[in-house]
C-alpha cells in the first residue's frame, strides 16, 4: 500500500508547489522507489481544457485523453512517469460526479452534502492505485484558507485519519519574505498560514520555505518552534537559474530525508543522483547557442506553451547547446515584413492553437522559413499553417483556407484545405462530433498510433516507422489535396493506420522542414529529450542549407 505525501501551499500562490512536487519524487525515485503524482484543483471548471491560456496556462494532455493542469507536465518531465485520467481531478468534475450519482439515485434519496459526499468522492479519487507504487504525492492546489480549496482540505485531513498512524506525511510551501528596509526575513507569514492550516486539522510535517536569501539558523529554530515541526523538517528553497537544477538543491536541503524520516524509514537508501547531475552538467555547461523564433499568438505569457519551451531546452541539452528561445506575436505579421523579426534566427517554431487570430502570420512565418531554408518545426496548427501556405503558394489554391476560421460556407468562398474531424477511429470504436457540440473534451485527444513513410526524414529522426504521439485538435488536413501537394514537394510523410489522417508533413526539398498533427512536446523529458526536438536543434546548430 501506497504511502501519501500531501503537498499544500501557503501565504501566496505561485511560489512552486508543482515543481517542488515533481523534485521530491525525482528523489523518491533516486533512492529506488516507485512514485505517481496527483494534482488536485480546486476550480470549478470541470477541466482546463476551455480555460483561456492566458488565465491558466497550458493545457497537458495525457496519453489516455485527459485535459489536465500543467503541473502534470512538470510531474511527467522529472519522474518520467506517464500520467493519466486519474491523476489530475478538480472541484467540477468531483461536484459533476456526485450530482451524476445523486441524479441516478446512488444515495437512496439522502441530503447530498460536502461532508461526507464531496469528501468522500475526494477521497475514493485520492485512493485510485494505491496498490501499484511506493509513494502517492498529492499536490493541492491554491492556498490555504481560500474558500473553494476547504472540501480538498477536509479530505486529505479525513484521509489522514482513515490510515494507519505513519501511513500519510503533510508537506507545507510558504514563503518567507525579505523586507528591505529592515533586512529581515519574516516569518509570520509562515506561522500565520500554518495556523490556518492547524485551525482545520492539518498539522504540518514539513516545511518548505520560499526565499530569496538564506534562512538564519535562528529563522529555522524559530519556524520549527512556533510551527511545531523539527527544525531539521525546515527545507529552505531558493531561486534556482534552471528548474532542473531542483532534485539536486532540495536534495542539499535535506527535503527527500526529510520526508523518510517523517515515515520512520530507516536506513534509508542511498539515492543516485548521477541522472540529476548528468542533466545539471548539460544545462550548466552548454558550447553553443542557438536562437529560436517562437512565432504563436499566446506569447505575452510563456506558460501558454510550458511543455514546448522546456522541450526545446530538452533539445539544447542533447546536442550541449543553450537554447535562446524568444517569443513573436504571429498578429505582428499580418501586418509587416516577417523578415526583419525571423532572419537571424536559427530556427522557426509555430506552435498550436485555438482561432483565427494570428493565423495568417503564422502562414507568413512557415513561407519565410521553406523560402529562406530555416529548419522549420510545426506543430498541430503549425503544421496546418505549413499546409495551407504551401497549397497558395506552390499548388495554385490560392483561396485555401480553414473550416475552423469559417464555418459558414455561403460567407465567402474559400477551398477548406483544413477541415473539421467529424469521425474517428479510436481504439476499436468510432468517435463522433459535430461543430456545435459542448468544447470540453471533444477534440481528438490522446495518444493515437502514427505510420511514417520508410526513408523519411521524420522516419530517420524517429529511428522507427511507428510511433505514438498526443493530439489535442478539432481540424485535419484534408488528405484529398494530397497529391496535388506533393506533386509541389511537399510529403505526407505520417499517416493514421486507416490512411484516412495525415499526421506529419515534410518538404522534400528542404533541409529541415516538419509539421505534425500532434504534440511532440508532451512526451520530452531532460534525461529523454523528444527526437523531433533533439533533431530539430541539432539542424539548427549546424545550419543546414540547401544551395
Not at 485535419?476 to 490512411?499: N, Q
Request: some cysteine.
Amino acid at each position: 500500500m501506497a504511502r501519501y505525501v500531501f503537498i499544500t501551499g501557503g501565504v501566496v500562490s505561485s511560489l512552486g508547489k508543482g515543481l517542488a512536487s515533481a523534485a521530491l519524487g525525482a528523489l523518491l525515485q533516486a533512492r529506488g522507489f516507485s512514485v505517481r503524482l496527483r494534482k488536485l484543483d480546486p476550480y470549478l471548471n470541470v477541466d482546463p481544457g476551455t480555460m483561456s491560456p492566458f488565465e491558466h496556462g497550458e493545457v497537458f494532455v495525457t496519453d489516455d485523453g485527459a485535459e489536465t493542469d500543467l503541473d502534470l507536465g512538470h510531474y511527467e518531465r522529472f519522474t518520467g512517469v506517464s500520467a493519466r485520467k486519474t491523476d489530475s481531478i478538480s472541484s467540477g468534475r468531483i461536484y459533476s460526479n456526485v450530482l451524476e450519482k445523486e441524479r441516478r439515485g446512488d444515495y437512496l434519496g439522502k441530503t447530498i452534502q460536502v461532508i461526507p459526499h464531496v469528501t468522500n468522492e475526494i477521497k475514493d479519487f485520492i485512493s485510485i492505485g494505491d496498490d501499484e507504487v511506493d509513494f502517492m504525492l498529492c499536490e493541492i492546489g491554491g492556498t490555504v484558507g481560500d474558500i473553494e480549496g476547504l472540501p480538498f482540505f477536509e479530505a486529505i485531513r479525513q484521509f489522514g485519519q482513515d490510515k494507519p498512524r505513519g501511513q500519510c506525511v503533510f508537506m507545507h510551501l510558504t514563503l518567507l519574505p525579505w523586507i528591505a528596509a529592515s533586512g529581515e526575513l519574516k516569518t509570520k507569514p509562515t506561522q500565520h498560514s500554518v495556523k490556518e492550516l492547524r485551525s482545520i486539522g492539518i498539522a504540518p510535517d514539513i516545511l518548505v520555505c520560499r526565499s530569496e536569501r538564506p534562512i538564519p539558523e535562528k529563522e529555522r529554530q524559530k519556524l520549527a518552534l512556533f510551527c511545531n515541526v523539527r527544525p531539521d523538517s525546515v527545507i529552505a528553497a531558493y531561486d534556482l537559474k534552471s528548474i532542473y537544477e531542483a532534485p539536486l538543491a532540495y536534495h542539499r536541503e535535506g527535503l527527500d530525508q526529510a520526508v523518510l524520516d517523517a515515515f520512520q524509514i530507516s536506513p534509508a537508501p542511498k539515492p543516485d543522483l548521477s541522472r540529476w547531475e548528468d542533466v545539471y552538467d548539460r544545462v550548466f555547461h552548454a558550447e553553443g547557442e542557438v536562437r529560436v523564433a517562437i512565432v504563436g499568438k499566446y506569447t505575452q505569457l510563456e506558460d501558454a506553451y510550458k511543455s514546448i519551451a522546456e522541450a526545446l531546452t530538452h533539445g539544447g541539452m542533447a546536442n550541449r547547446v543553450k537554447v535562446k528561445a524568444e517569443w513573436i506575436d504571429a498578429e505582428i505579421f499580418d501586418r509587416e515584413d516577417p523578415a526583419p523579426y525571423l532572419e537571424n534566427f536559427h530556427a522557426i517554431l509555430v506552435p498550436g492553437g485555438f482561432g483565427e487570430r494570428g493565423t495568417e502570420g503564422k502562414i507568413k512565418a512557415a513561407q519565410f522559413a521553406r523560402e529562406k531554408q530555416i529548419p522549420y518545426l510545426g506543430i498541430c496548427l503549425g503544421m496546418q499553417m505549413a499546409v495551407i501556405e504551401a497549397a497558395r503558394n506552390m499548388a495554385d489554391l490560392s483561396d485555401a483556407g480553414s473550416e475552423e476560421f469559417d464555418h459558414e460556407a455561403g460567407k465567402r468562398r474559400f477551398t477548406p484545405v483544413v477541415y473539421h474531424l467529424k469521425e474517428w477511429v479510436q481504439g476499436n470504436h468510432m468517435v463522433e462530433r459535430k461543430v456545435d457540440d459542448d468544447k470540453g473534451g471533444t477534440m481528438r485527444l490522446g495518444s493515437y498510433t502514427a505510420h511514417l513513410t520508410k526513408g523519411s526524414r521524420v522516419a530517420q529522426v524517429y529511428g522507427a516507422t511507428e510511433i505514438q504521439e498526443r493530439h489535442r485538435h478539432r481540424y485535419e488536413v484534408d488528405i484529398k489535396y494530397r497529391d496535388k501537394l506533393e506533386a509541389c514537394g511537399l510529403v505526407f510523410s505520417g499517416m493514421s493506420p486507416d490512411g484516412r489522417l495525415p499526421e506529419i508533413v515534410e518538404h522534400r526539398d528542404h533541409p529541415w522542414f516538419i509539421g505534425v498533427q500532434f504534440h511532440p512536446e508532451l512526451k520530452s523529458k531532460p534525461f529523454e529529450p523528444h527526437p523531433l526536438f533533439k533533431d530539430f536543434i541539432r539542424a539548427a546548430k549546424e545550419g543546414e542549407r540547401l544551395v
